[in-house]
């Protein structure tokens, strides 16, 4: 019997993934290749997310947080395109970023990706296209066909080269799912509309035509049936169209075809339907090959799997499904299944299938037979994988017999394969031998051309001889690569060798096929070797390598340019080709390398290297660019006498500071060229370098006593240098090479020398000219310094130069210093005569005052002020002198203008105060007034003066805290200065009030005011003062300022009493506005300051004012007065505050007296929120007639926010009306609800169709007891998972649970029906009808959530449904544990022992094991034997030994054994030594070694049976306890065991100690047997002694006669030896020649020999047995 011609199976349950259920459906989740899965989910936690799934490794799925309309997956990439209403976006995954994005102006109500890099998009009226290659916006193709107007889009196909589209779309009608396709066709640019529900494309080889034709296929079914179309459109290729009929099921009732998927590798079409069932059919005879329902659920989505070359769909359940064909089986089912040969011959050639070749043999064998080669040639090329095209049959055709006047049957034959399409190789190298031979090239070259020659060396070589170029295509097609090459540089086409071998991967010997390009055509070599180097993936060749074969052949110049180009880039790792590609050129060609050194092309050289060959090569500026040691940079500098200064100063920039002085010390050392140039060039050089510091060069200079270097290098920078010691050694330098003008403009211009230093360097030098000194010392005030040094050394008139005429400012100084020095006071006078105006007067003063001398000046003084001389300095001075002589000092004070107050009054104050008075007023000095005064009690001229003074500075320095005679200056000033002043004086006055307020002395300014305004003066009607002193009465004196306000007049009363009552003065404040008739003010400080409400309302009755009851309603308003406020707003008339008083009335619930207000408001306010709340009065007042009156009327009301308030605060008569008048729907349900009106409540519900509605309404149907109405909002409710537990728990907790199962078996039926019901109907089986939930459970168990159900049958006991669950679920390890836990009802031994199989937790097999020794222990054995592999056998024994049943597993114990483990081992050896099966146990130790041998030795040892001893001296034996394993022999008197054991041990004392035994227990036999068997361990003299003691010497004798024997013959064995040796040294000794014997060599006083074969040891003085003591030779 056949099998199957197709494999179908569960690939992926994707709910396993947890991707929630509710998304497997044709708007979640897309599959647009075989290589992911997208699916739209939303979570749980009701989130929306995009998973995508590969499907090669779907395990490890990948979400993102995106909401999307849809998303689709790129067929090939990680690519992702979503939708959110017109907005698409494609992006990619791995690169993670945004790819394209466009917003479509049209509603899009399908895409899909056609290839992988087109999207389509179908919008209401039309098809796009959107490609990624480009920045393009989607692209229209055509406009959809009118009969695809109102259906729902299922698919868009399209042939691979997009020249034929079909849009594929269903729609209901009359009770049919009808299909309709807009067939479209780019190139016409037509559409044409079909009856069609599923449809695609593909490409297919007509037999005999010359191209593929264009498939296209597409089925339908209608009322009469169902049909499936084969055509061909576009450009005919002879394809002959079918129509076939399409077969469904009767059980397929509303069946139609959703998918089609073509296979062109077996020419087979798919055709899947809704309800699940494939349709396999022959695309070129359109017979039907198979049909089986694949899917229990409905399919909703496939795709065309590559790999298998069948289709994957996924159904609502969520399983990913792989159906394919049978390679197999499908040949033989269509042959024999089908009995339809001729479709299995055609399928079985065309794809390579086998199942056939009898047939074909069969056939082929006729056509022979007949002589009908060419027909026979025909069949061979259509054999399926070409079995019968094989050396064989050209054998068997060129053996045939030839027809005269005709073709060889060979010919015949490759004739009708060359009908049938192309020759295998064996066959081309047959035809092509003749075709050569007779030169028929062009035949060649056409069946070339027409592919109908299989291309490979062997015909290459066989062409290659006629026809070079068609060899090179031969070995081209047939990926002959080094056969490719070797012609290619044949003939000169060298560059095309690196093209070819990148193409085709074909890595050559490059260096091999480089040196033979060099050596053929060497000027192809330069062009390949680039093109080497330069391969996109990187050099093909060695870059060294190159150079190595460049040089080979001398070819320095093309390697240069070659180097020059790979090394551009100038990388670090190509140091090493570098320096090659200089020292090349450095030896070959300096210039160039000169050249390329220029350029700085290159930095990572080897520069010792090339600096080297550039020294010897004669380019020593090189050498020294790259000479790093300074020793190499000072030879090449010294020798080298052709550098350029130019360079070298540039070089010498380049170094390190030390380097560069190392060097100029080295040119000023071997001065060796003319004229000095060493020195110019290390001034050059001194001077540029940047880091060379001066003090360096000065010292180097200073080193060679070279001041002209000096001199020349500091002149270069002196003039930019801030250096002192720079400019002080340019002085010296000048100074010591004669260069005074350059000393002098040095010390009279620079900033920057030492000053101290440089004075007494000039002081040493005694120059000629003293102006350098004069200089220093007047710039740096060194004065005295040079005053004194010219006094001492009697240069006087250098004195006199420097004061009359370089610097006369100094005069006084001089002066002063030549009266120290007692000079003639004449020559002094004279002097200063002399200096004239040109020194300043207040030094000169200064000078003779601090020397008592001021006099000496008086005539120079009068002589200034005679000549109109106005300078202070002067005048001060004669005033000086004019006080101190008492001559009209009074006179000279008040009438000379020019002399300075400070200082002179500062000079009179403790000669004379009242003079100083008089000079500080005149000058206006206040502070100093002030100082004074104070100091001499003057207070009353004080505050006169000040008074007068109007100074605002002055004032507070008077008035300050820190002056301590504050007080009797203000006491002064307000009795005395103050009275004295009259309107003239209102300035003064001003100022002063102003400054004693600025000082915040209130009491004083409050004194002050009083004086003004209470008493008789020129200021009692000022209003500023008046203000002035309400206020500072507010701050200092509130009790005075009642009194103040009934005595003044004509003060600025609304802005004091409102400082009067921020500063809590209210009664105050209230008397100035009732005083002055401000009643809104006055009332507001009743109700806001004082808060005296009565007395405000008694204020507002006399002003009888409406904004007065205004403010008074508010504060009655804010003190709850509501009934009086709202009496008061009416007086008022004012709405203003509406929103407050409606929030106090419905605080106090006063709704009668709010009707009143509102309705006054309303006729001044048109405000949504009084039309509201005067809508809700009329509810809280049950004046619902008045209410539904306003409603139907003009109104600004919230109705809708009325009703909902009305609701909750249970006005439902209210509230119904409102809601009605609104047709809120869901409210008017929950109203009706609240009113018992259920039926009107459901057909508002019907009305509003929400969740919610349906809820509340059900509930109450159900507390209503109304279940009939409760299941009609049930229904709508239950198909909401989010509602389903809800729904549960409110009729589980009344009680209703048989209506609550009805309900919800009601709802399996529905078509929104989802997992949850199916999963909470199991839940409510398992609690309240256990007998329907097997059934249920069998029937649904893809549709349930089966975490949530087996908690329930855990919860509620149900324990064989939980095992069921576990098995289904494939869950072995809880199924196994639910039987053992709870056997009675769960249990059974075959269903256990399969499950058990499948549990890999080695914790739940070991509770199996002891379940087993429990419950059921006479199948123990048969559990652990069928357990065997996944058992820790180690830890089974444990558990067995421990629940002392290790009995009960012999059977599994010996099973096992064969593993060699040792518990197994240990456990059954324990077995058989307590069943005393010795047998078994010997059997046991003998074979398996994985035990505690000693162990059990020890305890067998004392055994009471002799045969578990003598397996205890065994074991011994086996663990090498020689001794004991012999004893125990010993002791059981079992010789031959002993011997065997004395035997193996290899141990001398054992084998003697038991031949010594057998000796005194008198045991010939035994003794003689161990002489036999341990002969090789016993020692002869031992022995000896032995046998000799027990006069055994008779049994010895056999031992010691073999001994002597084998001892005689390895005695003549080493004097053999011996007189080798001897024989050797003597010939040693005559060949020495009489050199000393070396230690060692076989002298007579050396050791020689060693242990030989015999355990002795030779030597010169014989031999001794190395069993006896040892013995020490002579070395």
């Given at each position: 019997?056949?099998?199957?011609?197709?494999?179908?199976?569960?690939?992926?349950?994707?709910?396993?993934?947890?991707?929630?259920p509710?998304?497997?459906?044709?708007?979640?989740?897309?599959?647009?290749?075989?290589?992911?899965?997208?699916?739209?989910?939303?979570?749980?936690?009701?989130?929306?997310?995009?998973?995508?799934?590969?499907?090669?490794?779907?395990?490890?799925?990948?979400?993102?947080?995106?909401?999307?309309?849809?998303?689709?997956?790129?067929?090939?990439?990680?690519?992702?395109?979503?939708?959110?209403?017109?907005?698409?976006?494609?992006?990619?995954?791995?690169?993670?970023?945004?790819?394209?994005?466009?917003?479509?102006?049209?509603?899009?109500?399908?895409?899909?990706w056609?290839n992988?890099?087109?999207?389509?998009?179908?919008?209401?009226?039309?098809?796009?296209?959107?490609?990624?290659?480009?920045?393009?916006?989607?692209?229209?193709?055509?406009?959809?066909?009118?009969?695809?107007?109102?259906?729902?889009?299922?698919?868009?196909?399209?042939?691979?080269?997009l020249?034929?589209?079909v849009?594929?779309?269903?729609?209901?009608?009359?009770?049919?799912?009808?299909?309709?396709?807009?067939?479209?066709?780019?190139?016409?640019?037509?559409?044409?509309?079909?009856?069609?529900?599923?449809?695609?494309?593909?490409?297919?080889?007509?037999?005999?035509?010359?191209?593929?034709?264009?498939?296209?296929?597409?089925?339908?079914?209608?009322?009469?049936?169902?049909?499936?179309?084969?055509?061909?459109?576009?450009?005919?290729?002879?394809?002959?169209?079918?129509?076939?009929?399409?077969?469904?099921?009767?059980?397929?009732?509303?069946?139609?075809?959703?998918?089609?998927?073509?296979?062109?590798?077996?020419?087979?079409?798919?055709?899947?339907?809704?309800?699940?069932?494939?349709?396999?059919?022959?695309?070129?005879?359109?017979?039907?090959?198979?049909?089986?329902?694949?899917?229990?659920?409905?399919?909703?989505?496939?795709?065309?799997?590559?790999?298998?070359?069948?289709?994957l769909a996924?159904?609502?359940?969520?399983?990913?499904?792989?159906?394919?064909?049978?390679?197999?089986?499908?040949?033989?089912?269509?042959?024999?299944?089908?009995?339809?040969?001729?479709?299995?011959?055609?399928?079985?050639?065309?794809a390579?299938?086998s199942?056939?070749?009898?047939?074909?043999?069969?056939?082929?064998?006729?056509?022979?037979?007949?002589?009908?080669?060419?027909e026979?040639?025909k069949?061979?090329?259509?054999?399926?994988?070409?079995?019968?095209?094989t050396?064989?049959?050209?054998?068997?055709?060129?053996?045939?017999?030839?027809?005269?006047?005709?073709?060889?049957?060979?010919?015949?034959?490759?004739?009708?394969?060359?009908?049938?399409?192309?020759?295998?190789?064996?066959?081309?190298?047959e035809?092509?031998?003749?075709?050569?031979?007779?030169?028929?090239?062009?035949?060649?070259?056409?069946?070339?051309?027409?592919?109908?020659?299989?291309?490979?060396?062997?015909?290459?070589?066989?062409?290659?001889t006629?026809?070079?170029?068609?060899?090179?295509?031969?070995?081209?097609?047939?990926?002959?690569?080094?056969?490719?090459?070797?012609?290619?540089?044949?003939?000169?086409?060298?560059?095309?060798?690196?093209?070819?071998?990148?193409?085709?991967?074909?890595?050559?010997?490059?260096?091999?096929?480089?040196?033979?390009?060099?050596?053929?055509?060497?000027?192809t070599?330069v062009s390949?070797?680039?093109?080497?180097?330069?391969?996109p993936?990187?050099?093909?060749?060695?870059?060294?390598?190159?150079?190595?074969?460049?040089?080979?052949?001398?070819?320095?110049?093309?390697?240069?340019?070659?180097?020059l180009?790979?090394?551009?880039?100038?990388?670090?790792?190509?140091?090493?080709?570098?320096?090659?590609l200089?020292?090349?050129?450095?030896q070959?060609?300096?210039?160039?390398?000169?050249a390329?050194?220029?350029?700085?092309?290159?930095?990572?050289?080897?520069?010792?290297?090339?600096?080297?060959?550039?020294?010897?090569?004669?380019?020593?500026?090189?050498?020294?660019?790259?000479?790093?040691?300074?020793?190499?940079?000072?030879?090449?500098?010294?020798?080298?006498q052709?550098?350029?200064?130019?360079?070298?100063?540039?070089?010498?920039?380049?170094?390190?500071?030390?380097?560069v002085?190392?060097?100029?010390r080295?040119?000023?050392?071997?001065?060796?060229?003319?004229?000095?140039?060493?020195?110019?060039l290390?001034?050059?050089?001194?001077?540029?370098?940047?880091?060379?510091?001066?003090?360096?060069?000065?010292?180097?200079f200073?080193?060679?006593?070279?001041?002209?270097?000096?001199?020349a290098?500091?002149?270069?920078?002196?003039?930019?240098?801030?250096?002192?010691?720079?400019?002080?050694?340019?002085?010296?330098?000048?100074?010591?090479?004669?260069?005074?003008?350059?000393v002098?403009?040095?010390?009279?211009?620079?900033?920057?020398?030492?000053?101290?230093?440089?004075?007494?360097?000039?002081?040493?030098?005694?120059?000629?000219?003293?102006?350098?000194?004069?200089?220093?010392?007047?710039?740096?005030?060194?004065?005295?310094?040079?005053?004194?040094?010219?006094?001492?050394?009697?240069?006087?008139?250098?004195?006199?130069?420097?004061?009359?005429?370089?610097?006369?400012?100094?005069?006084?100084?001089?002066?002063?210093?030549?009266?120290?020095?007692?000079?003639?006071?004449?020559?002094?006078?004279s002097?200063?005569?002399?200096?004239?105006?040109?020194c300043?007067?207040?030094?000169?003063?200064?000078?003779?005052?601090?020397?008592?001398?001021?006099?000496?000046?008086?005539?120079?003084?009068?002589?200034?002020a005679?000549?109109?001389?106005?300078?202070?300095?002067?005048?001060?001075?004669?005033?000086k002198?004019?006080?101190?002589?008492?001559?009209?000092s009074?006179?000279?004070?008040?009438?000379?203008?020019?002399?300075?107050?400070?200082?002179?009054?500062?000079?009179?104050?403790?000669?004379?105060?009242?003079?100083?008075?008089?000079?500080?007023?005149?000058?206006?000095?206040?502070?100093e007034?002030v100082?004074m005064?104070?100091?001499?009690?003057?207070?009353?001229?004080?505050?006169?003066?000040?008074?007068?003074?109007?100074?605002?500075?002055?004032?507070?320095?008077?008035?300050?805290?820190e002056?301590?005679?504050?007080?009797?200056?203000l006491?002064?000033?307000?009795?005395?200065?103050?009275?004295?002043?009259?309107?003239?004086?209102?300035e003064?006055?001003?100022?002063?009030?102003?400054?004693?307020?600025?000082?915040?002395?209130?009491?004083?300014?409050?004194?002050?005011?009083?004086?003004?305004?209470?008493?008789?003066?020129?200021?009692?009607?000022?209003?500023?003062?008046?203000?002035?002193?309400?206020?500072?009465?507010i701050?200092?004196?509130?009790?005075?300022?009642?009194?103040?306000?009934?005595?003044?007049?004509?003060?600025?009363?609304?802005?004091?009493?409102?400082?009067?009552?921020?500063?809590?003065?209210?009664?105050?404040?209230?008397?100035?506005?009732?005083?002055?008739?401000?009643?809104?003010?006055?009332?507001?400080?009743?109700?806001d300051?004082?808060?005296?409400?009565?007395?405000?309302?008694?204020?507002?009755?006399?002003v009888?004012?409406?904004?007065?009851?205004?403010?008074?309603?508010?504060?009655?308003?804010?003190?709850?007065?509501?009934k009086?406020?709202?009496?008061?707003?009416?007086?008022?008339?004012d709405?203003?505050?509406f929103?407050?008083?409606?929030?106090a009335?419905?605080?106090?619930?006063?709704?009668?007296?709010?009707?009143?207000?509102?309705?006054?408001?309303?006729?001044?306010?048109?405000?949504?929120?009084?039309?509201?709340?005067?809508?809700?009065?009329?509810?809280?007042?049950?004046?619902?007639?008045?209410?539904?009156?306003?409603i139907?009327?003009?109104?600004?009301?919230?109705?809708?926010?009325?009703?909902?308030?009305?609701?909750?605060?249970?006005?439902?008569?209210?509230?119904?009306?409102?809601?009605?008048?609104?047709?809120?729907?869901?409210?008017?349900?929950s109203?009706?609800?609240?009113?018992?009106?259920?039926?009107?409540?459901?057909?508002?519900?019907?009305?509003?169709?929400?969740?919610?509605?349906?809820k509340?309404?059900?509930k109450?149907?159900?507390?209503?007891?109304?279940?009939?109405?409760?299941?009609?909002?049930?229904?709508?409710?239950?198909?909401n998972?989010?509602?389903?537990?809800?729904?549960?728990?409110?009729?589980?907790?009344?009680?209703?649970?048989?209506?609550?199962?009805?309900?919800?078996?009601?709802?399996?039926?529905?078509?929104?029906?989802?997992?949850?019901?199916?999963?909470?109907?199991?839940?409510?089986?398992?609690?309240?009808?256990p007998?329907?939930?097997?059934?249920?459970l069998?029937?649904?168990?893809?549709?349930?959530?089966v975490?949530?159900?087996?908690?329930?049958?855990?919860?509620?006991?149900?324990?064989?449904e939980?095992?069921?669950?576990?098995?289904?679920?494939n869950?072995?390890?809880?199924?196994?544990?639910?039987?053992?836990?709870?056997?009675?009802?769960?249990w059974n031994?075959?269903?256990?022992?399969e499950?058990?199989?499948?549990?890999?937790?080695?914790?739940?097999?070991m509770?199996?094991?002891?379940?087993?020794?429990?419950?059921?222990?006479?199948?123990?054995?048969?559990l652990?034997?069928?357990?065997?592999?996944?058992?820790?056998?180690?830890?089974?024994?444990?558990?067995?030994?421990?629940?002392?049943?290790?009995?009960?597993?012999?059977?599994?114990?010996?099973?096992v054994?064969?593993?060699?483990?040792?518990?197994?081992?240990?456990?059954?050896?324990?077995?058989?030594?307590?069943?005393?099966?010795y047998?078994?146990?010997?059997?046991?130790v003998?074979?398996?070694?994985?035990?505690?041998?000693?162990?059990?030795?020890?305890?067998?040892?004392?055994?009471?049976?002799?045969?578990?001893?003598?397996?205890?001296?065994?074991?011994?034996?086996?663990?090498?306890?020689?001794?004991?394993?012999?004893?125990?022999?010993?002791?059981?008197?079992?010789?031959a065991?002993?011997?065997?054991?004395?035997?193996?041990?290899?141990?001398?004392?054992?084998?003697?100690?038991?031949?010594?035994?057998?000796?005194?227990?008198?045991?010939p036999?035994?003794?003689?047997?161990?002489?036999?068997?341990?002969?090789?361990?016993?020692?002869?003299?031992?022995?000896?002694?032995?046998?000799?003691?027990?006069?055994?010497?008779?049994?010895?004798?056999?031992?010691?006669?073999?001994?002597?024997?084998?001892?005689?013959?390895?005695?003549?064995?080493?004097?053999?030896?011996?007189?080798?040796?001897?024989?050797?040294?003597?010939s040693?000794?005559?060949?020495?020649?009489?050199?000393?014997?070396?230690?060692?060599?076989?002298?007579?006083?050396?050791?020689?020999?060693?242990?030989?074969?015999s355990?002795?040891?030779?030597?010169?003085?014989?031999?001794?047995?190395?069993?006896?003591?040892?013995?020490?030779?002579?070395?």
């Amino acid at each position: 019997m056949t099998g199957l011609p197709i494999r179908f199976q569960e690939l992926l349950q994707l709910s396993s993934l947890g991707i929630n259920p509710q998304s497997f459906s044709f708007n979640s989740l897309t599959l647009e290749s075989d290589k992911f899965a997208c699916v739209r989910e939303i979570s749980a936690e009701n989130h929306s997310c995009v998973t995508i799934v590969d499907l090669e490794k779907p395990q490890t799925p990948t979400k993102f947080p995106v909401t999307a309309e849809s998303a689709i997956m790129n067929p090939l990439e990680k690519v992702l395109a979503l939708r959110a209403g017109n907005h698409l976006q494609v992006f990619n995954i791995d690169q993670k970023k945004k790819l394209k994005e466009h917003v479509m102006t049209d509603q899009v109500v399908f895409w899909k990706w056609i290839n992988n890099t087109t999207i389509a998009i179908v919008t209401k009226t039309a098809v796009f296209h959107w490609s990624l290659d480009n920045t393009n916006s989607p692209s229209k193709i055509f406009d959809r066909h009118p009969a695809l107007a109102d259906t729902q889009i299922m698919n868009y196909r399209t042939n691979s080269s997009l020249t034929w589209l079909v849009l594929i779309g269903i729609a209901q009608r009359d009770e049919m799912i009808v299909g309709n396709l807009q067939l479209y066709s780019t190139e016409r640019q037509l559409s044409q509309n079909l009856e069609g529900h599923a449809a695609a494309f593909t490409n297919y080889q007509v037999t005999g035509a010359t191209g593929l034709s264009t498939i296209f296929s597409f089925a339908t079914r209608n009322a009469n049936g169902g049909k499936l179309f084969i055509i061909e459109v576009g450009e005919s290729k002879g394809f002959q169209k079918r129509s076939v009929d399409f077969y469904f099921p009767p059980d397929a009732e509303g069946d139609f075809p959703v998918s089609m998927q073509i296979s062109q590798k077996y020419g087979i079409i798919y055709v899947i339907t809704k309800l699940g069932y494939i349709h396999l059919f022959d695309l070129e005879t359109g017979t039907t090959i198979y049909m089986v329902r694949f899917s229990p659920h409905v399919v909703f989505v496939t795709t065309f799997n590559t790999s298998t070359n069948g289709v994957l769909a996924v159904n609502r359940s969520g399983q990913l499904l792989s159906v394919s064909v049978d390679e197999a089986n499908i040949i033989p089912y269509i042959c024999k299944t089908l009995q339809n040969v001729a479709l299995g011959l055609s399928l079985a050639s065309r794809a390579g299938l086998s199942g056939a070749e009898p047939l074909f043999q069969e056939i082929f064998t006729k056509s022979l037979q007949a002589g009908n080669f060419r027909e026979a040639g025909k069949i061979a090329a259509t054999s399926p994988r070409g079995f019968l095209r094989t050396a064989q049959t050209i054998l068997r055709l060129q053996s045939a017999p030839q027809t005269q006047g005709q073709l060889t049957p060979l010919l015949q034959y490759f004739g009708g394969l060359l009908d049938a399409g192309p020759l295998n190789k064996i066959e081309t190298l047959e035809i092509v031998r003749p075709v050569l031979q007779q030169g028929k090239i062009p035949i060649l070259e056409k069946w070339l051309a027409d592919n109908k020659l299989e291309c490979c060396e062997e015909l290459g070589d066989a062409i290659r001889t006629q026809d070079v170029k068609l060899a090179l295509h031969v070995y081209y097609k047939a990926e002959v690569h080094a056969k490719v090459v070797a012609i290619l540089v044949e003939m000169g086409q060298s560059d095309k060798v690196v093209d070819y071998c990148i193409k085709t991967s074909y890595n050559p010997d490059w260096s091999t096929l480089l040196r033979n390009i060099i050596s053929v055509q060497p000027q192809t070599a330069v062009s390949f070797t680039t093109a080497l180097l330069n391969a996109p993936q990187g050099p093909l060749l060695d870059i060294s390598t190159v150079v190595d074969i460049f040089l080979e052949k001398n070819l320095i110049k093309d390697i240069t340019g070659i180097l020059l180009d790979v090394l551009r880039p100038d990388r670090p790792e190509d140091g090493a080709l570098q320096t090659r590609l200089l020292e090349v050129n450095l030896q070959h060609a300096p210039a160039v390398a000169d050249a390329i050194l220029g350029n700085e092309m290159f930095h990572h050289y080897d520069q010792k290297k090339i600096a080297v060959l550039s020294e010897r090569v004669g380019l020593p500026h090189r050498a020294l660019e790259h000479y790093q040691d300074i020793n190499d940079i000072k030879r090449v500098v010294i020798n080298n006498q052709g550098l350029k200064p130019e360079f070298l100063v540039n070089y010498f920039m380049q170094l390190k500071p030390e380097d560069v002085l190392e060097c100029l010390r080295d040119l000023l050392k071997h001065n060796v060229r003319p004229q000095n140039h060493n020195l110019n060039l290390v001034v050059r050089v001194a001077s540029k370098h940047p880091e060379l510091t001066p003090q360096q060069i000065i010292s180097l200079f200073e080193s060679f006593n070279s001041f002209e270097g000096m001199f020349a290098y500091l002149t270069n920078i002196v003039n930019y240098s801030q250096e002192p010691d720079v400019h002080y050694k340019y002085i010296e330098a000048a100074a010591k090479v004669g260069n005074f003008s350059e000393v002098e403009r040095i010390c009279r211009d620079s900033k920057y020398y030492d000053p101290e230093k440089t004075k007494n360097f000039l002081k040493e030098a005694r120059l000629s000219d003293q102006t350098p000194l004069i200089i220093v010392c007047d710039r740096f005030d060194f004065i005295t310094d040079l005053i004194k040094y010219l006094y001492n050394t009697n240069q006087f008139k250098a004195i006199e130069t420097y004061t009359q005429k370089i610097n006369p400012a100094n005069a006084p100084e001089v002066v002063g210093i030549l009266l120290d020095l007692d000079y003639n006071e004449d020559s002094i006078k004279s002097l200063i005569t002399g200096v004239r105006n040109q020194c300043s007067v207040e030094d000169l003063v200064a000078q003779v005052e601090n020397r008592n001398r001021l006099k000496i000046i008086r005539p120079w003084l009068e002589s200034r002020a005679n000549e109109g001389n106005v300078d202070a300095a002067t005048h001060n001075a004669l005033a000086k002198i004019s006080i101190d002589t008492g001559i009209n000092s009074e006179q000279f004070l008040k009438t000379n203008q020019y002399y300075d107050s400070r200082v002179v009054g500062k000079y009179c104050e403790d000669r004379d105060p009242q003079l100083a008075l008089l000079v500080y007023k005149r000058g206006q000095c206040d502070k100093e007034l002030v100082e004074m005064s104070n100091k001499h009690s003057l207070f009353k001229p004080q505050a006169r003066y000040v008074l007068q003074r109007q100074d605002q500075d002055l004032w507070r320095l008077v008035l300050s805290n820190e002056n301590e005679y504050r007080n009797k200056f203000l006491e002064f000033l307000i009795n005395s200065a103050i009275p004295e002043c009259t309107k003239s004086n209102t300035e003064e006055v001003s100022i002063a009030v102003q400054a004693i307020m600025n000082a915040d002395l209130p009491t004083y300014l409050i004194s002050l005011l009083e004086k003004l305004l209470l008493e008789p003066s020129d200021f009692r009607e000022t209003k500023s003062l008046k203000n002035l002193l309400l206020l500072t009465a507010i701050k200092a004196e509130p009790s005075k300022l009642m009194g103040y306000i009934q005595k003044l007049d004509g003060y600025d009363s609304l802005d004091i009493a409102e400082i009067a009552i921020k500063s809590n003065l209210f009664e105050e404040a209230f008397e100035m506005h009732r005083k002055y008739k401000h009643h809104v003010q006055a009332i507001q400080v009743l109700v806001d300051n004082i808060k005296d409400i009565d007395r405000a309302h008694e204020f507002a009755k006399q002003v009888n004012l409406p904004e007065v009851y205004s403010i008074l309603a508010k504060a009655q308003l804010d003190e709850k007065l509501i009934k009086e406020s709202i009496n008061s707003y009416l007086k008022a008339n004012d709405p203003e505050n509406f929103l407050e008083v409606i929030k106090a009335c419905k605080e106090g619930s006063l709704f009668e007296d709010l009707i009143r207000y509102l309705q006054m408001c309303r006729k001044k306010l048109k405000e949504k929120v009084i039309d509201s709340e005067l809508l809700y009065t009329f509810a809280k007042t049950d004046r619902n007639s008045d209410l539904e009156e306003f409603i139907t009327q003009s109104n600004y009301a919230e109705v809708q926010e009325i009703g909902d308030r009305c609701y909750n605060e249970g006005l439902y008569e209210s509230a119904r009306l409102l809601f009605d008048n609104v047709s809120n729907f869901p409210r008017l349900a929950s109203t009706l609800v609240k009113l018992h009106q259920y039926s009107a409540a459901v057909d508002a519900a019907r009305k509003a169709n929400n969740t919610r509605t349906w809820k509340e309404v059900n509930k109450a149907c159900v507390d209503a007891k109304e279940f009939r109405l409760a299941q009609l909002c049930g229904i709508n409710i239950i198909i909401n998972s989010d509602e389903l537990q809800d729904l549960i728990f409110y009729y589980e907790s009344r009680g209703h649970t048989s209506e609550l199962i009805a309900l919800m078996e009601a709802g399996l039926g529905n078509d929104r029906a989802h997992a949850g019901i199916f999963t909470e109907l199991a839940v409510l089986y398992c609690k309240y009808s256990p007998e329907k939930l097997l059934n249920h459970l069998k029937n649904f168990h893809s549709r349930l959530h089966v975490s949530k159900v087996l908690r329930a049958c855990e919860k509620y006991q149900q324990w064989a449904e939980l095992t069921y669950l576990y098995v289904q679920s494939n869950d072995p390890e809880n199924a196994a544990v639910t039987m053992m836990t709870y056997p009675e009802q769960a249990w059974n031994h075959a269903s256990f022992l399969e499950t058990l199989q499948n549990v890999p937790i080695a914790e739940i097999v070991m509770r199996a094991i002891r379940f087993y020794l429990s419950e059921h222990p006479l199948l123990l054995n048969e559990l652990l034997i069928h357990l065997k592999k996944k058992l820790d056998h180690t830890r089974t024994v444990q558990l067995l030994i421990s629940e002392d049943k290790l009995a009960l597993a012999r059977d599994y114990l010996v099973d096992v054994q064969n593993l060699n483990n040792y518990a197994v081992n240990e456990s059954l050896n324990g077995l058989y030594l307590e069943e005393e099966d010795y047998d078994s146990l010997r059997r046991s130790v003998e074979t398996y070694d994985a035990i505690d041998s000693i162990r059990l030795a020890n305890t067998l040892k004392n055994h009471e049976l002799i045969e578990f001893r003598r397996i205890a001296a065994l074991l011994f034996k086996k663990n090498k306890k020689w001794e004991e394993s012999v004893e125990l022999s010993k002791k059981d008197s079992l010789w031959a065991d002993a011997i065997a054991a004395a035997a193996s041990s290899k141990e001398t004392t054992i084998a003697e100690g038991l031949l010594r035994y057998f000796a005194e227990r008198k045991q010939p036999n035994d003794f003689v047997n161990v002489l036999y068997t341990c002969y090789d361990l016993l020692r002869p003299d031992v022995v000896v002694e032995i046998s000799w003691r027990h006069q055994y010497s008779d049994f010895a004798m056999p031992y010691l006669a073999q001994f002597l024997r084998e001892y005689v013959t390895k005695v003549d064995r080493l004097v053999s030896e011996s007189d080798q040796k001897l024989a050797a040294s003597k010939s040693a000794e005559e060949n020495s020649l009489g050199q000393p014997p070396t230690p060692g060599s076989g002298s007579a006083s050396g050791f020689v020999g060693g242990f030989d074969e015999s355990g002795f040891q030779n030597n010169t003085t014989g031999w001794v047995s190395s069993s006896l003591p040892s013995v020490y030779f002579p070395q």
